[in-house]
DNA sequence: ATAATAGTGTCTCTTAGACAATATTTC
DNA sequence: GAAATATTGTCTAAGAGACACTATTAT
């Protein structure tokens, strides 16, 4: 076998939530240089025994408590250019992850200091390395996937109103949807939603039916995003 | 900086072409182990210098002497189980290349062994490491991206015809389409398709109108395939 | 009763799919 | 002229978007 140039492997992850209205990342903040101060997509080097999936996984416990059952993970594109790290040559497999609002803030694993930023406040160049890409990658990711997969139900608690998956869309999409037309598509496509039976109550008007994930894997026909 | 396992990174290609009215794949003829006589995806080491964009792009040129500006050429996925290469830890950063039907038969990088086989007749215990799968991924891939990508002109010459592109979709996603419903569709979409003034002659049948890729980046709205 | 939110029905327009009809070439 | 292929046109049905209307709760 010839000799091969070594390379460092990171899992960073893109993990999105919905908080307060708003699409929120998970970012920590750089302790160290390069880049100290400014804030980072978790992440960490892939161990001699995983597969890179398991270490995405393992990165996202850490940070979040939240395995790939509870929320969506998936493999978003690597990133290996000569010049990403100063300190050695390193790709990077990013994968995005999509995860309910959690209960707790977030919990602590060696990154304590690990926070929830709203996307559209971040900008580019208050994150480390290439970081403002993978983002925008992922985003445009998830943007992309709400059209045609049941991915938005993963932002949801285990059980949703249609309101309430409304909202993910229009918060994502950045984007107003009519509620009417809304709950005919979602209602109408077989195996897209599955009622409980059971209501909301104590809110203002009238309760809404709950509603959990259902078995389809893929909306078809897709959700149209509208033009802007 | 603490202790990094270290990883071999290499580019491997999904490189489609459609010969003789059939899905082809280039593959290389193992010579050594593991894996001596299988086939395998063609590939190899990322170099110090290069991002992984370039790395892919160079070794497509080395295989099939065609660039990425000519082809198409998109990052496709990475795979790095621990187990994929028992000779050491390596991942890899495949990459899908569409091409054109090339008029030499595959041009001589160190690989003289290269090779066009049909996809339908590559059984899958017939590739080397995990390649059936990076395949599979990458015909998932390709499927998908034409109903949504004018990337189906990828696989033609320069200019031609509504025929011939028709007969990329047919090939690719192994269905009939009603040339007369795809003739309009594809006509329609302002910016898919840029006619050239040219038509061709010497053939059966009525001259047939010469067209180019347009500007149009988006197919909207998408091309469907049909159920099977 | 009023406000607020949930859910249904109706109309129109676009577009996909089926397929008839016409156009232009070779043999 | 016959056969083959290209291109246009016509009809129908499904689905998206606009929006009126009904239903059920809290105050």
Redesign the pocket.
């Known amino acids: 076998m010839p000799e091969y140039p070594p390379f460092a492997v990171t899992a960073d992850l893109v993990v999105f939530t919905i908080r307060d209205g708003e699409l929120c990342v998970l970012v920590i903040c750089r302790g160290e240089e390069p880049f100290a101060g400014s804030w980072a997509l978790p992440g960490g080097f892939v161990r001699p025994g995983e597969n890179l999936d398991e270490a995405a996984e393992r990165e996202l416990i850490e940070e979040t408590s939240l395995g790939g059952a509870v929320a969506h993970l998936e493999q978003l594109g690597s990133y290996g250019g000569p010049d990403r790290d100063p300190r050695m040559r390193v790709v990077t497999v990013a994968y995005l992850a999509l995860v309910p609002e959690l209960p707790v803030p977030v919990a602590g694993g060696d990154a304590s200091d690990a926070s929830w930023r709203p996307v559209r406040e971040l900008k580019p160049d208050s994150l480390a390395f290439d970081h403002a890409r993978i983002l925008a990658d992922g985003l445009d990711r998830a943007r992309a996937k709400l059209e045609y997969s049941p991915l938005a139900a993963a932002f949801c608690q285990p059980e949703f109103?249609?309101?309430d998956l409304r909202r993910v869309y229009e918060i994502v999409w950045d984007t107003e949807l009519?509620?009417?037309?809304f709950?005919?598509?979602v209602?109408?496509v077989p195996g897209f939603l599955e009622p409980t039976g059971g209501?909301?109550?104590?809110?203002?008007?009238?309760?809404?039916?709950l509603f959990r994930r259902g078995e389809a894997t893929l909306l078809h026909?897709?959700?149209?995003r509208?033009v802007r």
């Open positions: 109103t249609v309101a009519d509620p009417r037309n709950h005919r598509k209602t109408s209501t909301t109550a104590g809110e203002r008007g009238r309760p809404a039916l026909p897709a959700m149209l509208p």
